[in-house]
């Protein structure tokens, strides 16, 4: 199956500062969605991103639909304590017949602990 | 609205017991799906549906069964349970307005099989 690749696996960072993570994968995607996962609960969706180049925010949270349409990057600025979890990309596979529509791919996720 | 619900919330079982997950959703979404979630795998699709009584395979199909008999419920059968069917198992819901792409997912099954 597809294939996606999220980094970093892991960030350490203090309260205040920015963060970047990016997903990247070797097919085209028609959908690109960020989801944020806390300990025990299931994932809530953040950003969801359907055109190539576009640029969404949700809050401090900033997401992008990479041109080449293989990749996609979520920023949170200012973090806060409250941003600890798992975030996950997840991405809708391009298919001419469009029946991957809802067929999720993920990403490994990326686990973000924030120091006050 | 309770948005996706997931029952049980926890369950252990022994090689070879057979169960069933339940989830039900009360947005009248189309799209209803199941996935698992292994430690760094991400989250897998098992099967999903786009409607009453349409059901189709996804990633990892192999050892569960499906039904969709109303909108509202997608239950997950495990026939036979094996140790490799330990997992956290999650339903999700979408609406043909986002092309069934944007999908709320409940709280989750953690299974043990021992």
């Known amino acids: 199956g597809q294939q996606l690749n999220q980094s970093p696996q892991s960030m350490f960072i203090q309260e205040g500062e920015d963060v970047s993570m990016n997903c990247t994968s070797s097919?085209?995607?028609?959908?690109w969605l960020w989801y944020k996962q806390d300990p025990g609960e299931g994932p809530v969706l953040l950003i969801a991103l359907y055109k190539a180049g576009e640029l969404t925010s949700n809050g401090r949270l900033t997401a992008q639909f990479g041109i080449t349409r293989k990749d996609s990057f979520l920023n949170i600025s200012a973090s806060i304590p409250s941003d600890v979890g798992i975030y996950f990309c997840a991405g809708v596979p391009y298919n001419a017949g469009g029946t991957s529509y809802g067929k999720l791919t993920f990403g490994q996720g990326t686990i973000l602990t924030v120091h006050p | 609205n309770a948005g996706v619900t997931q029952t049980p919330k926890f369950q252990v079982l022994k090689t070879g017991q057979s169960m069933t997950l339940q989830c039900a959703q009360d947005?009248?979404?189309?799209?209803m799906s199941w996935y698992r979630q292994d430690p760094g795998m991400g989250l897998r699709l098992i099967h999903y549906s786009v409607g009453a009584g349409i059901t189709d395979q996804g990633e990892v199909p192999n050892g569960y069964n499906v039904s969709r008999s109303t909108t509202e419920d997608f239950p997950l059968r495990l026939l036979s349970a094996a140790p490799s069917q330990t997992s956290v198992y999650f339903c999700?819901?979408?609406?043909?307005?986002?092309?069934?792409?944007?999908?709320?997912f409940g709280p989750g099954t953690r299974l043990t099989v021992l």
């Open positions: 947005m009248n979404h189309e799209y």
């Open positions: 999700a819901s979408s609406s043909r307005d986002s092309s069934y792409n944007e999908q709320f």
């Open positions: 097919s085209i995607f028609n959908t």
